[in-house]
């Protein structure tokens, strides 16, 4: 054997050695990847335990049986949450009897303000189907990450505070599988198409 | 003796054109304040926002930079902007500009006058004196029509139609 053909044969072993080494890598990462993806849309939400607006305890776990739509906002809010929830509101009546198995919470962002009290004189406006909670400041940034929901406290003058935070309406299945969204100022047509499908499924 | 004269003559051809300057901001008569608006609050609600047209037919711009009336803690210039899915809320502090020859509109979901720290809701059909102050032309006041909790537009704004 001369050492050119040693060479040789050492590089053909290093390719085979690559060839084979990217394969299984490429096999043992795949099914991983896969799994990921997966599970990343079933975990959107987790089970909690937060105050109702009477001031009971209310607990949420993703198979509940009944579909829910879930939205976050506060009661100082003066355009963006009165609107939902009067959106909201309507689109339960629109439905009508085929919406009577969803149940709609409004969680709020701003804890240190709405009280259970509050909540509830002001939810008294809209649809009793909304269910108002609220909770320490712990709970809810817990619940609002679970949810994925962006929220945060942003200063106005004279110690007045505002918060920003994600206005979309989240749905689920009675299975607790993520639905869908609605998103804020969607056309009333689609939102209640879209509550009615999840009614439905 | 003519000095004399020609000083008071152009001391008095200042103030006249000084007083040409002032007079159309005094008046008010550039800026058009048209449907003025806001909605019912929910129960215990300590804000609202206010909508309403400023039509300026001036040649120069004006600010609106806040305002107030009776039963409202303070009033503020305010904006809301959708960041994504994200609502965010802030105070315009310089105000709002309404260019010259333009209409302005403060609606549901942007500009906005921001009603704080009400002594108590707005009630539908209640008309608010509600005074605007503006940089150039000073103090306005307009009636805001108290619609429905929810209402997106000025509705039955001038009764027959
Ligand atoms: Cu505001």
Redesign the pocket.
């Known amino acids: 054997m001369t050492t050119l053909s040693a060479v040789r044969y050492a590089l053909w072993a290093l390719l085979a050695g690559v060839v084979i080494g990217v394969t299984a890598a490429a096999l043992g990462l795949f099914p991983g990847a896969q799994k990921g993806t997966v599970s990343g849309t079933a975990t959107l939400g987790a089970p909690f335990t937060l105050t109702a607006m009477t001031g009971e305890p209310y607990s949420w776990e993703p198979a509940t049986g009944a579909p829910h739509a879930i939205f976050f906002g506060f009661t100082f809010c003066?355009?963006v949450c009165p609107t939902t929830l009067y959106e909201m509101t309507t689109w339960l009546d629109r439905l009508g009897s085929d919406g009577e198995s969803i149940k709609a919470l409004f969680i709020s962002v701003d804890p240190e303000r709405d009280t259970p009290e509050k909540l509830a004189n002001y939810l008294s406006a809209f649809d009793d189907r909304i269910i108002g909670l609220t909770g320490s400041r712990e709970d809810i940034d817990k619940v609002a990450g679970d949810f994925r929901i962006y929220h945060k406290r942003v200063e106005l003058d004279d110690g007045d505070y505002?918060m920003d935070h994600t206005a979309s309406v989240l749905l689920f299945k009675p299975d607790g599988s993520f639905f869908g969204t609605i998103a804020y100022g969607e056309d009333a047509e689609t939102a209640v198409d879209k509550l009615r499908r999840l009614a439905r499924s | 003796m003519a000095i004399i004269q020609r000083s008071a003559f152009v001391a008095l051809a200042c103030a006249f054109a000084l007083s040409f300057i002032a007079l159309p901001a005094l008046a008010n008569d550039t800026l058009t304040l048209k449907e003025a608006w806001t909605r019912a609050t929910p129960p215990g609600a300590t804000?609202g926002?206010g909508f309403l047209m400023i039509t300026n037919t001036g040649d120069e711009a004006d600010r609106l930079t806040g305002g107030s009336v009776s039963g409202v803690g303070k009033v503020?210039i305010?904006?809301?902007v959708m960041d994504g899915d994200v609502m965010k809320?802030?105070?315009l502090p310089d105000g709002l500009e309404v260019p010259a020859g333009e209409t302005v509109t403060l609606k549901p979901g942007g500009d906005?006058v921001?009603f704080?720290q009400l002594e108590k809701p707005f009630e539908e059909g209640q008309m608010l004196d509600v005074t605007l102050t503006f940089e150039k032309a000073g103090d306005m006041s307009t009636m805001f029509m108290v619609q429905p909790v929810g209402a997106t537009e000025p509705k039955h704004m001038h009764g027959s139609n």
């Open positions: 003066p355009d505002t | 804000n926002g503020e305010h904006t809301m809320m802030r105070e906005h921001m704080m």
